[in-house]
T-cell receptor
Framework: KQEVTQIPAALSVPEGENLVLNCSFT??????LQWFRQDPGKGLTSLLL?????REQTSGRLNASLDKSSGRSTLYIAASQPGDSATYLC??????????FGPGTRLSVLP | EAQVTQNPRYLITVTGKKLTVTCSQN?????MSWYRQDPGLGLRQIYY???????DKGDVPEGYKVSRKEKRNFPLILESPSPNQTSLYFC????????????FGPGTRLLVL
């Protein structure tokens, strides 16, 4: 059964720092790996989707990488801002078309 | 505006009283899904649907039912709610989950007394 974990569980950094969020999955039989952002009391917003055949995707200050063989994905946030404060979740889409989410990393960027 | 809507947004009910949470999308998406989110457990998939009349169980389907009679709607039914179904529920949709991301609804917060 697919298990997805995320490290760290919480992170607090000063504004302007570059940071890395980690996501690990146990079953490499995935179509893709997705990163989402969730603000308190709200739904999820998609950030990046990496297909299993890809190594990375970039959007603005965000860069996500995928190493399917080792079961890892990382989300890199450059020059963090207070507006980046949120919970970040990764999700693996299994071949059975079911999604498995990680527990999330709660990020706080201090002004 | 492209969106996924859920109703109600908040619901308090009592054990055993059947309820339905509606989900509707206006993007002509084929894939729809329900999740529950609990502190410390993250998001867990309840049911998903690849298309009309095609549904499948996710990781935590016990105590829930779904139906997909129309492409745009995917209601979640709790026939006999219990307190352990108190949670935050999200509906999501995608044109093709293997190629495109999911769009999430705003969530329904359910309290079962």
């Amino acid at each position: 059964k697919q298990e997805v974990t995320q490290i760290p569980a919480a992170l607090s950094v000063p504004e302007g720092e570059n940071l890395v969020l980690n996501c690990s999955f146990t079953d490499s039989a995935i179509y893709n790996l997705q990163w989402f952002r969730q603000d308190p009391g709200k739904g999820l917003t998609s950030l990046l989707l990496i297909q299993s055949s890809q190594r990375e995707q970039t959007s603005g200050r965000l860069n996500a990488s995928l190493d399917k063989s080792s079961g890892r994905s990382t989300l890199y946030i450059a020059a963090s801002q207070p507006g980046d404060s949120a919970t970040y979740l990764c999700a693996a889409l299994h071949y059975g078309q079911n999604f498995v989410f990680g527990p999330g990393t709660r990020l706080s960027v201090l002004p | 505006e492209a969106q996924v809507t859920q109703n109600p947004r908040y619901l308090i009910t009592v054990t055993g009283k059947k309820l339905t949470v509606t989900c509707s999308q206006n993007m002509n998406h084929e894939y729809m899904s329900w999740y529950r989110q609990d502190p410390g457990l993250g998001l867990r998939q309840i049911y998903y649907s690849m298309n009309v009349e095609v549904t499948d169980k996710g990781d935590v389907p016990e105590g829930y039912k779904v139906s997909r009679k129309e492409k745009r709607n995917f209601p979640l039914i709790l026939e006999s709610p219990s307190p352990n179904q108190t949670s935050l529920y999200f509906c999501a949709s995608s044109l093709s989950p293997s190629a495109e991301t999911q769009y999430f609804g705003p969530g329904t917060r359910l309290l079962v007394l």
